[in-house]
Nanobody, 117 residues
Framework: QVQLVESGGGLVQTGGSLRLSCVFS????????MGWYRQAPGKQRDLVAE???????NYADFVKGRFTISRDNPKNTVYLQMNSLKPEDTAVYYC???????????WGQGTQVTVSS
C-alpha cells in the first residue's frame, strides 16, 4: 500500500520561504514520477512541479524561478523549496506519486501553506 505523507506547511510572510517534504512508502520510490499540486479554496487542483524517476523536472509558469522540486531516493522523499512566496501561493499543497500514465496515482493528505501580505 503506497502512502505519501507531506509536511512543512505553515504561515509565512510575503517574500518568505518554506520547504515542503513528502515521504513515500509502500513501493519502489525511485520508479515513481513525483509531483506537487496545490488547491486554493473554490479552485481546481493545479500542478506546481514534478520530477521524473530520471530526475527531469517540470514547473508551472507561475512558480518558475521561485520554487525548486528535488528528490532524495535513499530517503524516499521529495521536496519542494518555495522562495519569494506570494499571497497567491496560499493553498493546500498535495504530493502525488505515479508510476506511469496508465496506473492509478497516489496522493498525500495535503499540507496548508498560507502567505500573509
Amino acid at each position: 500500500q503506497v502512502q505519501l505523507v507531506e509536511s512543512g506547511g505553515g504561515l509565512v510572510q510575503t517574500g518568505g520561504s518554506l520547504r515542503l517534504s513528502c515521504v513515500f512508502s509502500g513501493s519502489i520510490f525511485s520508479a515513481y514520477t513525483m509531483g506537487w499540486y496545490r488547491q486554493a479554496p473554490g479552485k481546481q487542483r493545479d500542478l506546481v512541479a514534478e520530477i521524473t524517476s530520471g530526475g527531469r523536472t517540470n514547473y508551472a509558469d507561475f512558480v518558475k524561478g521561485r520554487f525548486t522540486i528535488s528528490r532524495d531516493n535513499p530517503k524516499n522523499t521529495v521536496y519542494l523549496q518555495m522562495n519569494s512566496l506570494k499571497p497567491e501561493d496560499t493553498a493546500v499543497y498535495y504530493c502525488k506519486g505515479s508510476i506511469d500514465a496508465f496506473s492509478r496515482p497516489y496522493w498525500g493528505q495535503g499540507t496548508q501553506v498560507t502567505v500573509s501580505s
